[in-house]
């Protein structure tokens, strides 16, 4: 199988490539200049596998939520690829993509982007052992003090929204981390990783099917209503 995947709702901008058993990655800190990275970094990736393109036969995308700039951008490229190539589209949670950033033991994961506007993307899973992650609720938007978390007797925490709310986060947990990283941002190598397992149990989509998730309804505040809600 080859799949390349491309993860852009934050911070990072990373593209991974999956090549038969082999996966290779690119990721860059690269605020406001995912657009011009993207591409030359997918085209690195296939340069090093020796392969085209063509070879190609599934795009695979972390769908967000996120920055709504970044979200839209990996969306539309992979969408754009996709049709001109004649390729299915894989969408995988970039929550989900984050958690698997978490250390890999039977503990709970919370994985927690910073959403700006004094508020957190969240959702918690756990390892099912093969690779994957079974989810322990729902995605959602909130402020980080009305976060509720199901019950768990160990958690790990990854994502940038720890990094802003730790204190806050602190008071919402059951227990003291296991560990806890507020650096970690979703990665390409784990959208790939997510998205061999939903290709192969057939939940591709063609690509007008491939659409983002914002959470968020209101995807900027004026000036004015940020004021307010500090």
């Not at 063509?54 to 754009?80: C, E, K, M, N, Y």
């Not at 802003?164 to 784990?190: I, K, M």
Request: proline content about 4%.
């Amino acid at each position: 199988m080859n799949l390349l995947a491309i993860e852009t709702a934050t911070e990072a901008c990373s593209v991974a490539l999956v090549h038969g058993e082999t996966v290779i990655a690119r990721t860059e800190l690269a605020p406001r200049r995912h657009a011009e990275r993207v591409l030359p970094m997918a085209d690195e990736l296939l340069a090093e596998a020796g392969i085209s393109k063509h070879a190609l036969d599934v795009i695979a995308v972390g769908r967000g939520p996120g920055a709504f700039t970044g979200v839209r951008l990996a969306v539309s490229l992979a969408q754009g690829m996709a049709m001109a190539l004649d390729l299915p589209v894989v969408t995988i949670s970039s929550l989900a993509a984050l958690a698997l950033e978490a250390p890999e033991d039977d503990a709970a994961i919370l994985a927690v982007i910073d959403a700006r506007m004094g508020e957190i993307y969240a959702a918690c899973y756990r390892r099912d052992g093969n690779g994957g992650l079974l989810a322990l609720d729902e995605e959602r938007v909130c402020k980080a003090d009305t976060l509720v978390l199901p019950q768990a007797a160990a958690w790990h925490v990854v994502g940038t929204g720890w990094a802003t709310y730790e204190d806050t986060l602190r008071g919402r947990l059951d227990s003291v981390p296991r560990s806890a990283n507020g650096a970690c941002f979703p990665q390409a190598r784990h959208v790939a990783t997510l998205a061999v397992s939903e290709f192969k149990a057939g939940r591709a989509h063609a690509p007008e099917l491939a659409l983002p998730v914002y959470l968020r309804d209101n995807v900027a505040l004026t000036l004015a209503e940020q004021g307010r809600g500090a």
